[in-house]
């Protein structure tokens, strides 16, 4: 027999070479009993997007052994975070008793998986493609230990948040203790309250610190954000009847995301598309949301000053700590129930009745009735223990015997919260809110404190220019006059008018109670009447409202001159001593929310009034983006920041966070101010702004206008996040006409309604510079431009994904602000 051809052994060899390698290759996942991992090596999963091995933290020296996404930066899982490594002689690798366990150079124990029934042979540890290690006993296949059920401070989608009915184990993720030392902290998160579960927020594993609020199936109702859409992918899933489950998950296969719990207590999440980051958000908690700031049966509402109330019928339990703005003791009943006094033998009056708080966190300790809607406030009342009730669609009946803990009152989203009052008590209550209605029904004033504060400089300025004038005293420094000179360049200062103090207090009744028309947390706004006729809106600031002339001068220029028939007009303003006042014109039909939001009232608004408002307001806007002396980007564009006047003409105020826009094609913020839901992705989420910022909330307002709901407080059973996802979703599905408010829809112009649908869809949309510029809004709402383009996806929705939708990543890629840093966002 003669030897095999060359050509036969070379094939012989790479066919021997490429087994050889593929069985390598395949076991980088993985680790057998045999095996060691030092300091230098690592197991990655088969996608290499997970890598398990030895790091060690920012300005650290120790070393753990941990698993991390891409990067060691991204550190998801520590195995030793409570005993590092103090030099790099460690190893990693399965015991004789089976478990995994992390040795020191001296082969010292550090660190094990701690299985009691682990195998003593055959286990093989395997990294798999959702950063999962597992530990499994290759005879019986059988799991028998994993990472994922062992967390530190870290959560990546189809991990799971459990626990048990019946035996109270539950999973939780517990804080590190700072940047530098991964050990772990004071703060904790779990899955509480199983039979309406929600997040809560532990310090020392013992103290209530932040809560969620009940899962409806969508949302966890207590948490604002998510009802905007801006948190999505969260499920709450059941195994059998004693385990509960948090996970969260994305339909887009390139979507990938981080939730770490930081050592200030705050939930982190950061978002991944192919990989790169995409955006951060943080949910930071201050003020109301700490746990049981306002005490039991106190109420939380950050817009007021101060932040805590007792609710309708309870005081102070220690007025005297109540004052010094210590609440945790929180409120006590001034009167006892109708159904107690029965219980006590009293005589018998008018049974008690419910008073409904609007946009609320539901209390914390919610039981669960299984009744109808209708039910659920008539077995409330039934029973004298109940103090409280709510029903949302998704959860049901939930009511409240104990102690009404962690309330909140929120700006949007939330849900309807009922008390029990007695009859008395509801009579009084029930007149003091119609008659703050009625003292409220002349004007909602659209300027916020920030743009007065800005007036008020000019105002500071010209009443010492004047008294400087008069008196003949000292002037300015030659540094403040060429300053201010070359401020009023482009526009002189003196035109501003400056009113008398005491013409302006003729003009209030002296500032009676009879002409307060509200009252913010910097000071209350009155009706006044001048001597030629004309009515006024007075804003009244606190003394300690003031700022200076060198902070402010350069936005009250181009705020102050403002000038356009879609725009809210400043009149003037006065500054004699501390007194210092906004004169602005009257808007007798107050704000646009009253009407489109309410049942009654929407009515009076016909589709060609509606058209006229969402033309005023577009050209409104085009005006500050392209025709005022400045490009001006307003931010905070919504319903009740646009004003109504005896013509029903709207109005934009509100120009307290509006930014000076330059030509730049975007800004970057680090501090995100607005409203949930009007902001648009980019700016909610990266802190980057620019007029398609505002061209985002003009399409959700021409949603709202046309549909009479309200995209931060929607719900539906469709699993929408918000009034934009339920507008898409009948718009691919060809079925738009259950969006549009009964009251329009037999107007006669149905085309005309669904081009404006067309439209605020194009203003929606993901990517900022697929939006249409305001220039173009207007032409397209004049049919100028007959031919609209079809609209691309949309953003805050829980969309299904494909290859022929231009993702954010995808529009991002060039863009150097991928990598974001913590952007704070705060609600208004």
């Known amino acids: 027999m003669g030897f095999p051809s060359g050509t036969i052994l070379i094939n012989a060899f790479l066919l021997i070479f490429s087994i050889i390698l593929r069985g390598l290759t395949s076991a980088t996942d993985t680790i057998t009993s045999s095996q060691t991992i030092r300091d230098s090596e690592t197991v990655t999963s088969t996608d290499s997007v997970f890598k398990l091995g030895f790091f060690s933290p920012k300005n650290s020296t120790h070393r753990y052994v941990g698993i991390w996404y891409l990067s060691d930066s991204n550190v998801i899982w520590i195995a030793n975070r409570n005993q590092p490594l103090l030099d790099s002689s460690g190893v990693f690798r399965i015991s004789e008793d089976g478990n995994l366990v992390v040795l020191d150079g001296k082969n010292q124990l550090i660190w094990s998986s701690n299985v009691s029934n682990a195998a003593t042979t055959n286990s093989t540890a395997q990294l798999l493609r959702s950063g999962n290690l597992v530990l499994q006993d290759d005879t019986t296949g059988q799991t028998i230990w994993e990472s994922f059920k062992h967390p530190c401070d870290t959560a990546v989608p189809t991990m799971r948040i459990s626990a048990n009915r019946i035996t109270g184990e539950k999973i939780r993720f517990i804080s590190r203790k700072s940047a530098s030392d991964p050990s772990t902290g004071y703060f904790s998160a779990s899955l509480e309250r199983l039979d309406a579960p929600e997040v809560f927020l532990w310090i020392n594993g013992t103290r209530p610190y932040w809560r969620t609020g009940p899962w409806n199936g969508r949302i966890f109702i207590g948490t604002p954000l998510m009802s905007t859409g ?5 499920s709450v899933g059941y195994e ?3 385990t509960v489950y948090l996970t969260y998950s994305f339909a887009d296969p390139s979507a990938f995301g981080i939730l770490t719990l930081n050592e200030q207590g705050n939930l982190k999440v950061v978002r991944y598309e192919n990989r790169k980051p995409l955006l951060t958000l943080a949910l930071e908690n201050s003020g109301c949301d700490i746990y049981g700031t306002c005490g039991a049966f106190g109420s939380c509402n950050a817009q007021s000053s101060p932040i805590c109330s007792c609710l309708n019928g309870y005081e102070p339990t220690n007025p005297e700590e109540w004052s010094r703005q210590n609440w945790t003791g929180g409120c006590v009943r001034k009167e006892p129930f109708q159904c107690e006094r029965l219980k006590n033998g009293s005589e018998a009056g008018q049974e008690d009745e419910f008073l409904k708080l609007e946009m609320m966190k539901v209390p914390d300790f919610a039981e669960r009735l299984d009744v109808e809607e209708s039910h659920c406030g008539t077995r409330c009342l039934q029973n004298c223990s109940c103090l409280s009730y709510a029903y949302d669609a998704g959860i049901g009946c939930l009511y ?12 949007s989203a939330g849900v309807d919260l009922y008390i029990r009052l007695a009859h008395s008590e509801f009579q009084s209550s029930n007149a003091q809110k119609h008659s703050n209605k009625r003292r409220g029904k002349g004007l909602i004033i659209g300027i916020t404190v920030a743009t007065g504060t800005i007036v008020l400089a000019i105002c500071a300025y010209l009443a010492i220019r004047t008294h400087h004038s008069r008196k003949g005293t000292a002037k300015p420094s030659e540094t403040q006059n060429q300053r201010v000179s070359e401020v009023q360049k482009p526009v002189k200062l003196d035109e501003l008018p400056l009113f008398d103090f005491e013409a302006v207090a003729t003009a209030t009744n002296s500032f009676h109670l009879a002409n307060t028309l509200g009252k913010g947390g910097f000071g209350p706004v009155y009706k006044g009447l001048l001597p030629d006729g004309q009515e006024i809106a007075v804003k009244r600031l606190s003394r300690a409202s003031g700022q200076g002339l060198e902070e402010f001068m350069n936005e009250v220029v181009v705020i102050s001159k403002l000038q356009h028939r879609n ?7 006065c500054i004699e001593g501390d007194e210092k006042m906004l004169i602005y014109e ?8 009253a009407f489109i939001f309410d049942p009654v009232q929407r009515k009076l608004l016909n589709w060609t009034k509606r058209f006229d408002i969402i033309e005023g307001i577009a050209r409104g806007l085009l005006y500050l983006h392209r025709d005022s002396r400045l490009r001006i980007i307003h931010r905070d564009l919504k319903a009740s920041n646009i004003l109504l006047d005896a013509e029903m003409n709207p109005k934009i105020s509100d120009f307290g966070l509006a930014r000076i826009y330059k030509g730049e094609d975007e800004v970057n913020t680090k501090r995100v101010v607005g409203t949930y839901g009007y902001m648009s992705p980019e700016y909610a989420m990266e802190g980057l702004f620019s007029e398609k910022s505002d061209v985002y909330s003009f399409g959700v307002l021409l949603l709202e206008i046309i549909s009479g709901k309200r995209n931060t407080s929607f719900r539906n059973d469709d699993n929408s996040l918000s009034l934009i996802g339920f507008a898409w979703n009948l718009w691919n599905e060809d ?3 259950p969006l549009i408010d009964p009251e329009i829809l037999a107007s006669g112009s149905e085309n005309q309604i669904l081009r404006c649908i067309h439209i605020a869809f194009l203003c929606v949309q993901e990517v900022a510079k697929t939006r249409p510029t305001m220039t173009t809004v207007v032409l397209m709402l004049n ?8 609209p691309r996806q949309v953003a805050f929705v829980q969309k299904q994904y494909s290859s022929s939708l231009e993702s954010s990543s995808q529009e991002n890629q060039g863009n150097s602000n991928n990598n974001v840093t913590l952007t704070e966002i705060q609600g208004r």
Do not use: A, H, T
């Open 240 to 242: 059998g009847n004693e």
């Open 586 to 593: 009257f808007m007798p039909n107050r704000s646009l929310d």
């Open 230 to 234: 801006y948190l999505y992918g969260w």
């Open 735 to 737: 079925n738009i006409r």
């Open 567 to 573: 725009l809210v007009r400043l009149l003037g303003c």
């Open 400 to 411: 409240w015997s104990e102690n009404l803990i962690d309330l909140q009152k929120f700006s």
């Open 783 to 790: 049919s100028e431009i007959s031919r609209l383009p079809p």
